[in-house]
């Protein structure tokens, strides 16, 4: 069996190579083309994703979310230095997104790969002060932020509320050995949610890393 971590390693090794900015980690094509099967567009809402990185899932999600008068809210503090979250194998994630930053900003990095979109509502701030308001509506929600289980456990909750009926919820880093904290957290709100879930899938990206998505009933 292939090792992530191994996988994951010789991708930032391959990064310092050259001097490209990464697409993203997940693997977004898939989460779109499950967004397509479910037709979730002719659901009554809006995207949003918290942990946005560099922009390159945001710029998919708002391409798909454009061609039917939908918003993609996009949260994320922009600040790697923040994430002290430490992986089992070592590796930090704020030297995860060092390595694909490469000394830019990542804020300036996700600026510059989101402009041209004026669906991309973005909100730069930690996801533990975010709020929306109660008529808020979501479609689909992608979780990939801080993967220590307590912010795990509040993402979820800033968007599952909001979820209209038939819409998703995905969180990426499922069942991935060197964040379990993500894992933990996951299956602990499954478990609390068991009877508002209509659907568990889990759906494998980039590096062999695991998406779970939740539909709600």
């Not at 191994?6 to 991708?11: D, E, L, Q, W, Y």
């Not at 993203?24 to 918290?50: C, M, N, P, T």
Request: hydrophobic share 40%.
């Amino acid at each position: 069996m292939s090792n992530p971590t191994i996988k994951f390693k010789r991708a930032l090794r391959d990064i310092f190579k050259r001097n490209v900015p990464a697409d993203d980690f997940v693997g977004y094509e898939k989460l779109v083309a499950f967004i397509k099967k479910r037709s979730l567009q002719r659901l009554d809402g809006d995207v949003i994703e918290i942990g946005a990185f560099m922009g390159g899932g945001t710029v998919k999600l708002a391409e798909f979310a454009s061609k039917y008068g939908k918003k993609v809210y996009a949260i994320d503090t922009f600040e790697p230095g923040l994430d002290q979250t430490v992986s089992k194998s070592g590796i930090t994630a704020r030297a995860v997104y060092d390595a694909y930053l490469e000394g830019r900003s990542m804020w300036e990095v996700y600026e510059e790969t989101t402009s041209g979109f004026d669906n991309i509502i973005t909100i730069r701030e930690d996801s533990r002060k975010i709020k929306f308001a109660r008529e808020q509506k979501f479609i689909f929600g992608f979780i990939d932020g801080c993967h220590q289980e307590a912010f795990v456990t509040n993402d979820f909750y800033i968007v599952w509320p909001h979820l209209v009926s038939g819409g998703v919820l995905g969180l990426h880093d499922y069942k991935y050995h060197d964040w379990p904290e993500v894992t933990q957290a996951v299956d602990k709100l499954i478990d609390r949610h068991r009877d508002e879930i209509g659907e568990i899938h889990e759906v494998q990206g980039k590096y062999d890393i695991l998406s779970v998505l939740l539909v709600k009933k």
